[in-house]
């Protein structure tokens, strides 16, 4: 696994999935300008070593933002990746966090407080016209829960205000959130951290949907199969991963203050807001030579879509399945804004098993965001729309297999729900071939599907594949 975020830039490079951008950019519109024409082909990572207006530092951006660099960052193949994630969930008791000294701590060698805090020296970009101002997208932010001291490791928006404050979205029903109302309720502020610019295991768990006792560093040890090395910060009761490109430490105060509008992971602007927290920014540590980390948030694809993709397909597999004998895979599809829409597969062992699926995944903490849901049999793949689609159309009948259900949890990012009330509706469609106890036809009685099996060149065929076989080169279409 990767060390930090350099290492793993290089590793990219080396493997041609990094573009270093030399031209002078503008943090003002133009980065997000760029990104967002990259993202539309799914393009590369990207480093802008020439920032308008900010000398010394250099930005990152769309860095696991394909699932090819995902899987890369996992160890793993886009195939596996999600099941790998959810298998070593298992082992996250392994591999707990490990706080060292700060002396061998790399995000501490420069160390700025009192005047020298000014969160605006920073290449954070405006990354969209309509946006309220500079905001962090892919900062790992980092609270602990008042009662346990589990920290909880997510990834919000934060925008910044003033030279030593930022504004904070969090979410409704979110750990932060639960974490921010307790010290509320007795008018006390909630110590907080942003860490930016970490190795890219980090990034992923900081879109973690697991319980509330669960430590997302844990996950990352588990993940990366070592322990995450942490170090505490300066000013706020709080551990960091100790190889951070950047942490900002602060204080989420009991107040509010005006917040947004930002271009959301929707492809809508989610609009301003007067409700959010704001952050006391007590302390700002960085590595010599730093690289601030930027994503673009936009209509997917996007660096979000992708990571989602994984953190949020795993944690709802590993959940759903203990619940679930027979889901062998579940996926967010990457097109589908946020968590509105997934996959489940099924091995189905019993009439109604599609259902009992669907209820497994909704109960689960990510799980109860979906919009659209399917379920399909076990031969289809989750990832591969072409063969959900024709599980749709050709085994689901809508007056039977489709169930919309009313007043369900939603996102209020959700630009279709009016009021913001945090309640919406949902679709779940059973795509799975049904037994004949669930209204299909005696096995008997089925139409068959089409099969080459009976033909003596199929087998050599598919040992051998097509350009194999027909003695040319097919490779630029062929899989594997």
């Not at 905001?135 to 030279?163: C, E, H, W, Y």
């Not at 959130?177 to 008018?187: T, V, Y």
């Not at 609009?271 to 920014?281: C, E, G, L, S």
């Amino acid at each position: 696994m990767y060390n930090d975020l350099r290492e793993f830039l290089t590793v990219l490079k080396n493997k041609n999935e990094l573009v270093e951008v030399t031209k002078e950019v503008d943090a003002k519109f133009e980065i997000g300008d760029i990104c967002r024409k990259v993202n539309d082909i799914e393009g590369p990572a990207l480093l802008f070593k020439n920032i308008k207006g900010y000398p010394g530092w250099t930005l990152a951006a769309n860095v696991i933002g394909s699932l090819n660099r995902i899987a890369l960052a996992m160890d793993s193949t886009v195939d596996k990746m999600i099941t790998d994630y959810a298998d070593r969930l298992k082992d996250k008791e392994k591999f707990p966090a490990k706080i060292i000294p700060k002396e061998g701590a790399p995000c501490k060698e420069v160390i700025l407080k009192g005047n020298d805090i000014d969160v605006t020296k920073i290449p954070i970009p405006i990354w969209h016209p309509s946006d309220g101002g500079p905001f962090i997208t892919i900062g790992s932010q980092i609270t602990k829960d008042p009662d346990s001291g589990v920290p909880n490791v997510s990834m919000l928006r934060q925008m910044v205000q003033k030279k030593d404050q930022i504004g904070i979205n969090p979410q409704p029903g979110k750990h932060t959130q639960i974490h921010f109302f307790k010290k509320k309720n007795k008018n006390e502020s909630l110590d907080f951290a942003v860490a930016i610019g970490v190795d890219p295991i980090i990034s992923i768990v900081s879109c973690h949907n697991g319980p509330l006792n669960e430590s997302e560093f844990d996950v990352a040890g588990a993940l990366r199969r070592d322990p995450v090395k942490l170090v505490k910060c300066e000013t706020v009761d709080v551990e960091v991963p100790a190889t951070a490109e950047l942490i900002i430490e602060g204080h989420i105060l009991p107040e509010t203050c005006p917040e947004g509008p930002f271009g959301e992971y929707t492809g809508w602007f989610a609009p301003a807001t007067t409700h959010n927290p704001p952050v006391k920014i007590t302390c700002i540590t960085h590595r010599k030579n730093p690289i601030f980390q930027g994503l673009y948030e936009g209509k997917p694809p996007t660096e979000d879509s992708a990571i989602t993709t994984l953190s949020f397909s795993a944690s709802i597999l590993a959940s759903a399945r203990e619940n679930c004998a027979g889901l062998v895979a579940y996926a967010k599809n990457q097109y589908g804004a946020g968590y509105m829409m997934g996959v489940g597969a099924i091995r189905k062992m019993f009439p109604g098993h599609a259902k009992h699926a669907m209820h497994a995944i909704l109960g689960t903490e990510a799980g109860k965001y979906q919009k659209v849901l399917v379920i399909v049999d076990h031969s289809i793949n989750v990832q591969d729309m072409r063969e959900v689609i024709w599980a749709i159309t050709t085994r689901c009948r809508p007056e039977r297999d489709i169930q919309l259900e009313r007043d369900a949890s939603g996102s209020v990012l959700d630009p279709s729900m009016y009021p913001k009330s945090g309640i919406c509706g949902r679709i779940m469609i059973d795509a799975t071939e049904k037994w004949e106890e669930e209204g299909n036809a005696p096995f008997a009685q089925r139409q068959k599907l089409i099969s080459h099996v009976g033909s003596p060149y199929w087998q050599d065929l598919c040992e051998k594949g097509l350009s194999r076989y027909l003695g040319v080169d097919l490779s630029k279409w062929e899989k594997g």
